[in-house]
């Protein structure tokens, strides 16, 4: 069976994930590599009309539990139509967020057992794990600041308050510590050309392993 190559982009809100998610998938493809850029939440119809419900800014009563279980259906979606088959197809991946985030917003940020969020996640994903990870480290006030100026609107999320925001940076660092072997941390404080090429340089060795397969 051919297997792809599965890369995800995390990052706090504000770090930049998804311009430079663009301008990776471009470089990506202007070198020749069979790419499928895709998103969470959505990827799918069903994931994008997901999306739509879970970051509705007028959905403040939702539970923290009913949350994590819409990302999840979104993400067995997305994992079933998308991601798998193109991954058998020999494909490259370039997912913005992915289990990750869920682990780092509603397991360190909402305050979720990590346990539990980790057995729905299996189930959602059929142990499906990324071959690399890159991670976007920016602090939650300058992110914050960023998503502010960029003058898009802001989701139900977005609008949590700092605490909450600077509980999912040390979320998203614990788990990098724990898996140093998937993540690579890349510093987003600063022009977002410079950001790039780190993000280029960090998948070096992974698209030589690649070429290869």
């Known amino acids: 069976m051919t297997t792809g190559l599965f890369i995800t982009l995390e990052g706090p809100d504000g770090s930049g994930k998804t311009t430079q998610a663009r301008l990776l998938a471009e470089w990506l493809t202007a070198q020749g590599y069979p790419l499928v850029t895709t998103r969470e939440p959505g990827g799918t ?5 997901i999306r739509a419900v879970v970051h509705d800014c007028a959905h403040t009563e939702m539970a923290p539990q009913a949350e994590i279980l819409l990302y999840s259906a979104a993400r067995a979606q997305h994992v079933a139509e998308v991601i798998r088959p193109a991954l058998a197809a020999g494909k ?4 913005d967020r992915y289990f990750d985030s869920t682990y780092a917003y509603q397991g360190y940020g909402r305050g979720l057992p990590l346990d539990s969020l980790r057995m729905i996640t299996h189930f959602a994903v059929q142990g499906l794990i990324p071959d690399l990870t890159l991670y976007l480290d920016i602090s939650p006030e300058v992110g914050l600041q960023r998503r502010a100026r960029s003058g898009g609107e802001l989701n139900r999320l977005d609008r949590e308050a700092l605490a909450f925001h600077e509980r999912v940076r040390a ?3 614990a788990l990098a510590a724990a898996e140093p072997a998937r993540w690579r941390i890349i510093d987003a404080d600063r022009p977002p050309e410079d950001v790039q090429q780190a993000l280029r340089a960090a998948l070096t060795t992974n698209l030589h392993e690649f070429t290869r397969i």
């Not at 119809?45 to 009309?49: T, V």
């Not at 490259?92 to 997912?95: A, K």
């Open 45 to 49: 119809r069903i994931g994008e009309a």
């Open 92 to 95: 490259l991946v370039l997912c």
């Open 171 to 173: 979320g998203y660092l």
